[in-house]
T-cell receptor, first 113, second 115 residues
């Protein structure tokens, strides 16, 4: 079975500060990893995905994530936070044989002016 | 628009009522997924269709939950004899291709409240 752990439920940063949202996964087969963002009353939007190509993945809105197999991690970063980044962020895992996504509990990002 | 649409956006049901939630996927998308998102939690998988075939329904929490996609396009999630624990946001997603690497596009969800 696959699982995702997102420690903590809330992260608060100042505008312009580094954003770091942590994600660790468990999978018995090579994983595909995803980060989704959810704004209030909206569906989930894909930020980026890892599908066994480059381990450093760049996504939309300046976000990137690095797949580290040895650490079973796929942390999301952004060098400089904007007010518009305030939202809920979900890490998810799937694999080639398993199309369904298994999500973490999500992290709420707040950005202080 | 060209995205995934869901209706209704909000549904209030009395305990014991039956409800039907509709999903219109992106045209041409082969795969369709239903997820349940409880308050403060991440989405949890319910069921998955490839065209009209329901390939995985392992996430359906009870036999009160039933999903169909008869013509390989629109899908309906039906919940019979609703219970309070069914209160959640129900998300539909579609993807163009098969396999876990294909991006899933999500609709805005249907928020179900069971009183």
């Amino acid at each position: 079975a696959q699982s995702v752990t997102q420690l903590g439920s809330h992260v608060s940063v100042s505008e312009g500060a580094l954003v770091l949202l942590r994600c660790n996964y468990s999978s018995s087969v090579p994983p595909y990893l995803f980060w989704y963002v959810q704004y209030p009353n909206q569906g989930l939007q894909l930020l980026l995905k890892y599908t066994s190509a480059a381990t450093l993945v760049k996504g939309i809105n300046g976000f990137e994530a690095e797949f580290k197999k040895s650490e079973t991690s796929f942390h999301l970063t952004k060098p400089s936070a904007h007010m518009s980044d305030a939202a809920e962020y979900f890490c998810a895992v799937s694999d080639e044989a398993n199309s369904k996504l298994t999500f973490g509990k999500g992290i709420t990002l707040s950005v202080r002016p | 628009g060209a995205g995934v649409s869901q209706s209704p956006r909000y549904k209030v049901a009395k305990r014991g009522q039956d409800v039907a939630l509709r999903c219109d996927p992106i045209s041409g998308h082969v795969s369709l997924f239903w997820y349940q998102q409880a308050l403060g939690q991440g989405p949890e998988f319910l069921t998955y269709f490839q065209n009209e075939a329901q390939l995985d329904k392992s996430g359906l929490p009870s036999d009160r939950f039933f999903a169909e996609r008869p013509e390989g396009s629109v899908s309906t999630l039906k919940i019979q004899r609703t219970q309070q624990e069914d209160s959640a946001v129900y998300l539909c997603a579609s993807s163009l291709a098969l396999g876990g690497a294909s991006e899933q596009f999500f609709g805005p969800g249907t928020r179900l409240t069971v009183l």
